[in-house]
């Protein structure tokens, strides 16, 4: 239920149902029941923008999943530890929990956790405004997320190499990216990713004085994030 409520963005009530599924696993002894517990109640606060919260529901996690042994698990709340810091602006500690992601996901092997890992390293150097190391890593994610065809994190990595080489002043190469993204987006109705590479070919348009496109592009993007406000409030009143 905690889920569902996360999912149409209800987050008192999701809150609500996981500290009472937290309780039963705590009255059971369920380490794991209660990691996961509070990986989720992490990622809840995460989406109200409480950064802080949820850095002590991932560092919790963390330490019940390293008790266990549980690598995955380990490397799951490290990942969203070093995502919370980059947001609190503390780049050099986000960076150390995402390589250590990095170097555990690399021993488990499962490449699509590696390929995230990469993405997220990228956005921090992203917001160091340290645009070349941040387009490594994201080639680096792609390369990964197209040998596993992994459609809707090729276009979401695809974003983010765009969004690069326009902080760099690229902007054919940005627009070319962009225009690949949305190739694969649209198909999949993949809102998020359609909405942000339109909001960034708006102001690739505006920055080259092209301002008729810039407001068609920006159309665009206000009319899909409209579509997602939308269905969320669908959502919330089917239930």
């Known amino acids: 239920m905690g ?3 996360w ?3 209800e987050y008192s009530k999701a809150l609500e149902y996981i500290l009472e599924a937290k309780r039963i696993f705590e009255e059971l002894g369920d380490k794991k029941g209660k990691a996961d517990s509070h990986n989720m109640m992490g ?23 390293k008790s266990l042994g549980n690598l995955r698990g380990v490397a799951k ?5 070093g995502l919370m810091l980059n947001y609190l602006g503390d780049y050099a500690r986000a960076l150390e929990y995402l390589m250590q992601t990095d ?17 997220n390293i990228g956005e921090v150097y992203t917001a160091m405004k340290n645009h070349l190391l941040a387009l490594d890593y994201y080639t680096q994610s792609l390369k990964i997320k197209e040998s596993i065809d992994d459609q809707r994190g090729i276009a979401y990595t695809l974003i983010n190499i ?35 590479a339109y909001l960034e070919l708006s102001e690739i348009s505006e920055n080259l004085g092209q301002y008729r496109e810039s407001l068609d ?23």
């Open 3 to 5: 889920s569902y409520y």
């Open 77 to 81: 709340s490290l990942n969203n530890m």
């Open 217 to 239: 592009y920006y159309k665009k993007y206000k009319e899909m994030n409209d579509a997602i406000f939308n269905q969320q409030s669908s959502d919330k009143v089917a239930h």
């Open 162 to 196: 765009g969004q690069s080489h326009r902080y760099l002043g690229h902007y054919k190469e940005a627009v070319q990216h962009l225009e690949r993204a949305l190739s694969i987006a649209s198909p999949l109705n993949t809102r998020s990713e359609i909405k942000k």
């Open 43 to 65: 990622i809840v606060n995460s989406e109200m923008g409480e950064y802080r919260e949820a850095f002590g529901h991932f560092s919790e996690a963390h330490l019940q999943f």
């Open 7 to 9: 999912k149409i963005s």
């Open 103 to 119: 170097e555990i996901n690399r021993k488990l092997g499962i490449k699509v956790y590696i390929a995230n890992t990469l993405n």
